[in-house]
């Protein structure tokens, strides 16, 4: 167990609906990223959260959205939802976010996009 | 060019034979390299990581960094049934820290 925890863990929803997935960090970690995993393939690195603002985006469209808590929690937000949009979103905690600091992962929100 | 790239698999080896999986990148300037382990519908889970050219050891699994080949690789010694899984290999995005790239990742698969 790495201590990080999503929710919910599987979700169905239809083609241009909007989501909300919730991931909460390691304690002591304040740098959350978020993954999308298509079945096959490796995690794609969606962006990154560090002390609530926006660290780095990857390639995805700006209805992919997140924001981070003074907690450090955070949450992905999909809008217009796609069919192609279905896979497995992953939230990985680590202890800050320039260094080289290792990554752990939570255990995933399975989204089907009908 | 992919940033990281490794064999689909799957890679199949008896029990207690040592698993070799490979990965190259692209990247010349990469400082870090991780190893993740997912097992069938679960998520990634590191195992190893190393930063310096040469071998890190840590029980059955050893990796192996060679920067000027632009190489890294994971063996995994006695291998068990129970290390049956997708081995994903991973390094940080160009300048992004420890925001990573993912290889597609290669299925190995231990057998009795």
């Given at each position: 167990?790495?201590?990080?925890?999503?929710?919910?863990?599987?979700?169905?929803?239809?083609?241009?609906?909007?989501?909300?997935?919730?991931?909460?960090?390691?304690?002591?970690?304040?740098?959350?990223?978020?993954?999308?995993?298509?079945?096959?393939?490796?995690?794609?690195?969606?962006?990154?959260?560090?002390?609530?603002?926006?660290?780095?985006?990857?390639?995805?469209?700006?209805?992919?959205?997140?924001?981070?808590?003074?907690?450090?929690?955070?949450?992905?937000?999909?809008?217009?939802?796609?069919?192609?949009?279905?896979?497995?979103?992953?939230?990985?905690?680590?202890?800050?976010?320039?260094?080289?600091?290792?990554?752990?992962?939570?255990?995933?929100?399975?989204?089907?996009?009908? | 060019?992919?940033?990281?790239?490794?064999?689909?698999?799957?890679l199949s080896v008896p029990e207690g034979a040592i698993a070799?999986?490979?990965?190259?990148?692209?990247?010349?300037?990469?400082?870090?390299?991780?190893?993740?382990?997912?097992?069938?519908?679960?998520?990634?889970?590191?195992?190893?990581?190393?930063?310096?050219?040469?071998?890190?050891?840590?029980?059955?699994?050893?990796?192996?960094?060679?920067?000027?080949?632009?190489?890294?690789?994971?063996?995994?010694?006695d291998s068990q049934p129970?290390d049956s899984?997708?081995?994903?290999?991973?390094?940080?995005?160009?300048?992004?820290?420890?925001?990573?790239?993912?290889?597609?990742?290669?299925?190995?698969k231990v057998e009795l």
């Open positions: 167990e790495t201590g990080v925890t999503q929710s919910p863990t599987h979700l169905i929803k239809t083609r241009g609906q909007q989501v909300t997935l919730r991931c909460s960090s390691q304690s002591g970690h304040n740098t959350v990223s978020w993954y999308q995993q298509a079945l096959g393939q490796g995690p794609q690195f969606i962006f990154q959260y560090y002390r609530e603002e926006e660290n780095g985006r990857g390639n995805f469209p700006p209805r992919f959205s997140g924001l981070q808590f003074p907690n450090y929690s955070s949450e992905l937000n999909v809008n217009a939802l796609e069919l192609d949009d279905s896979a497995l979103y992953l939230c990985a905690s680590s202890l800050r976010s320039g260094g080289l600091d290792e990554q752990f992962f939570g255990p995933g929100t399975r989204l089907t996009v009908l | 060019q992919k940033e990281v790239e490794q064999n689909s698999g799957p070799s999986l490979n990965c190259t990148y692209s990247d010349r300037v990469s400082q870090s390299f991780f190893w993740y382990r997912q097992y069938s519908g679960k998520s990634p889970e590191l195992i190893m990581s190393i930063y310096s050219n040469g071998d890190k050891e840590d029980g059955r699994f050893t990796a192996q960094l060679n920067k000027a080949s632009q190489y890294v690789s994971l063996l995994i010694r129970s899984a997708t081995y994903l290999c991973a390094v940080p995005l160009t300048g992004g820290g420890n925001k990573l790239t993912f290889g597609t990742g290669t299925q190995l």
